[in-house]
C-alpha cells in the first residue's frame, strides 16, 4: 500500500486544480440598531424591529429544490456592541404546528423549528448554529471544520422566547458577546437561517438552498453587514464549587465527613482566544456512560461528557476521516483510568484562532490514587492548525505524559485537508491526508499511523474511499485505537434519488464495504453494508431492509456474554429490517429487527422504540 499516498496525493493536486464555475454571490443582511433595553418575550413589538431591513427571499431544499417556500419567514437582525439580537416570524396555521420539546439541547429534526448560523471569523470553515422551536426549547452548538457536522456538547449563555400568533408563531433570541468568539474589527459575518415546516416534511433556507450544502457550511451563507465595533467586556468568569460528605461508620463512632472545594476560572484573551484554570477539578455532576453491551471483539468508544474538556474539545480534533479507528488525542485518558477517576490536581487550557490559525494547548496534573495510579503525573496536548486556501487547512499535532507514569510517552502528527464546496460548480469534495508516530521507552516496533481519505458528500451521490494503516505498536498513551497491526479500507457508494410523483418520495441505495487486513495482506474482518431497499413516503413514514456478509478471523479466542468463540475464520450474513412512522405525529413508532447468522450460531434483536407527545410538556417513550 506505500503506492497508495503519492496516488491520493496525485489525485488531490488534480483535482484541485479542477476549473470552477463562476462565483455567486451570497445574499446579505443589514442589521438594524438595537437598543439597550430588549424585551425578550418572542413579540417582535419593539421599534426597533420595525426600523430592521427585512429578508423573506427563502426557498426550499426539501421537498421541492429551489421551489417557492408553502409558508413565509421573515428575519431581522438587530446589533450593539455587546450583544445580538435576531427575530423571526414564521407564519403558519397554528392548527398546523409540530412541536413536542421543551428541554435544552433537545433534537428538534423532526418538528417545526428555526435554525440560525453565524460564522463570526469570516473564515468559511467555523461558526455557531443556535435552534429555536415553537415551544421555546433551545439548541446549540459548535460546527466543526468543514461545516458538515457540529458539536451539540457546547453549551453558551443565550436567551430565546417564542410566541403563538393566529398567523403562525414569531421568535426572538439574544446573544451576548461573551459568549462568541469573533475575528476583531470584521464589520460583516457569516450568517444563514433554515426553518423546517414538519407537517409539510418542508425545509426552506434563506441563502444557498441547495440539497448538497448543509445549513452549517458557512463558506454557503449569506452575509450581515453593517456589524458595529463588538465589544466582551472583562470577559471573566470563576466558578467555585464544593463537594461535601460525611456518615457514621460505626454505631458509636463520630460523624466522618469530607468536603473538597473547587475551582474553575476562564478569561478571554481578546475577542478570539480563551484561557481556562481548574484546581482540584470537581466532576460529581457529570453525566455518567450509557450502558451498552459489546458484541464485538474491540474496546467500545464512550464519548467525553465532563465540561471543562467539552469545552473548545474540536480545537483538538485531528484528520479527516478517522472516525473511532484512530484519535490521536481522547480527553477520557486524562482523569480517568480504567473507568475509575484519577484525582486532577490542577490544569490550563488555551484554545481560539490568532489570525487564520488555530491553536490549542491543553496540560493537566493528577494525583497518584492506591491501586490505580502508583505516581502522580502531567499530561499535555498541543493543536496548530493553518487555514490555507478558501476552506482548506494544514495542522500538526502533539502529546507528551501517560495516565499510568510510563516513561518516554509522546505522539507527534501532521494532517492536510483540502476541502472545496465549488468542485465542478457547486459540489463538495474533500481530500485528507494525515500521519503519526508514537514513541514510549517500552515500546520498540512499527509505530507510525497513516491514511488518506477521498471524500464526495453530496445530495444524488455520496462516495468515499478511506484507507489506514496502523503500525504494530502504534500506541498513543493520550489516545484512542481499539485495532493496531491493522489496516482497514472503507469504500462508500450511496446515491439518492427523489420522485416528483406517487406515494414515494426518495429511494436510497447503498453499498459500503469494509476490509481489514494484516500488515501483511491477509483478511482479519470483512463486512458489506448494502441497502437494496430504503424507501421514504411523502407522508413520513419509511421501512428499510439491509444485508450484511460478515467475516471475522479469530487468531485468539473470543468471549461474548459468557460464551466462548474458538479460534478460526467464520463467515455469516446478518439482515436488519426496519420500519417507522412519520415523527410529525403525536404517535411514534420505529421497529428494528436484526436476524441471522453470528461467528457459528445465530443472533436476533428486536428492538422496538415509541414516543407519544400528547402535549408540547409531556413526552412519553
Known sequence: MRACF???????????????????????????????????????????????????????????????????????????????????????????????SVRRDALLNN?????????????????????????????????DPGGESENADWDGIWEAATARTPSGWTVEIRIPMQTLSFKPGLHEWHFNVQRRVQRLLETDRWAFPARQYQVTQTSRAGLLTGLPAFSQG???????????????PAPSARIDGDAQPSLDVTQRLGADLLASLTVNTDFAETEVDTRRTNLTRFPLFFPEKRSFFLEGADTFAFGLGLAQDIIPFFSRRVGLVNGNEVPIVAGGKLNGQIGSTNVGGLVVGTHDKPGIVSEPSTMGVARVKQNIWKESWIGAIATTGDPLGRSGSALGGVDFTYATSRFRGNKNLRIGLWGLM????????????????????????????????????????????????????????????????????????????????????????????????????RSGDRVEFN?????????????????????????????????????????????????????GGKLDQVIWTGAWNPTALLTVE
Request: with cysteine; glycine share 10%; proline share 8%.
Open 438 to 537: 508514537t514513541t514510549r521507552d517500552d515500546l520498540r516496533g512499527d509505530r507510525n499511523a497513516r491514511g488518506f481519505i477521498i471524500d464526495y458528500p453530496n445530495d444524488e451521490w455520496n462516495l468515499a474511499l478511506n484507507y489506514k494503516r496502523i503500525g504494530r505498536d502504534f500506541d498513543p498513551s493520550l489516545g484512542f485505537v481499539p485495532r493496531r497491526d491493522v489496516q482497514l479500507y472503507n469504500l462508500q457508494v450511496d446515491n439518492r434519488t427523489r420522485l416528483s410523483r406517487g406515494p414515494l418520495q426518495q429511494l436510497t441505495h447503498e453499498f459500503e464495504p469494509f476490509v481489514a487486513t494484516d500488515l501483511g495482506g491477509r483478511w482479519e474482518s470483512y463486512r458489506i453494508f448494502m441497502a437494496p431497499l430504503n424507501w421514504r413516503f
Open 234 to 248: 472583562r470577559g471573566l468568569s470563576i466558578r467555585p464549587a464544593m463537594t461535601a460528605g460525611g456518615g457514621v
Open 547 to 599: 444485508v450484511n456478509p460478515t467475516g471475522e478471523r479469530l487468531d485468539t479466542p473470543f468471549t461474548v456474554s459468557n460464551v466462548t468463540i474458538p479460534t478460526g475464520a467464520y463467515q455469516w450474513r446478518q439482515y436488519r429490517l426496519e420500519v417507522g412512522t412519520a415523527q410529525k405525529r403525536r404517535l411514534y413508532n420505529q421497529l428494528t429487527w436484526w436476524f441471522g447468522g453470528y461467528y
Open 111 to 143: 418538528e417545526d423549528h428555526v435554525r440560525v448560523v453565524l460564522g463570526p471569523f469570516l473564515d468559511g470553515r467555523s461558526g455557531y448554529v443556535f435552534a429555536v422551536n415553537p415551544s421555546g426549547a433551545r439548541y446549540d452548538g459548535l460546527i
Open 6 to 100: 503519492p496516488l491520493a496525493a496525485a489525485v488531490a493536486l488534480g483535482l484541485c486544480a479542477s476549473a470552477f464555475a463562476q462565483e455567486i454571490q451570497p445574499p446579505t443582511l443589514q442589521v438594524g440598531v438595537l437598543p439597550d433595553a430588549l424585551n425578550v418575550d418572542g413579540v417582535l413589538d419593539e421599534p426597533a424591529w420595525n426600523a430592521a431591513p427585512a429578508v423573506e427571499n427563502f426557498a426550499q431544499t426539501d421537498p421541492s429544490e429551489g421551489a417557492p417556500p408553502t409558508t413565509r419567514t421573515a428575519v431581522r437582525v438587530l446589533a450593539g456592541p455587546r450583544a445580538l439580537a435576531i427575530g423571526i416570524v414564521c407564519d403558519q396555521d397554528p392548527e398546523d404546528i409540530v412541536s413536542f
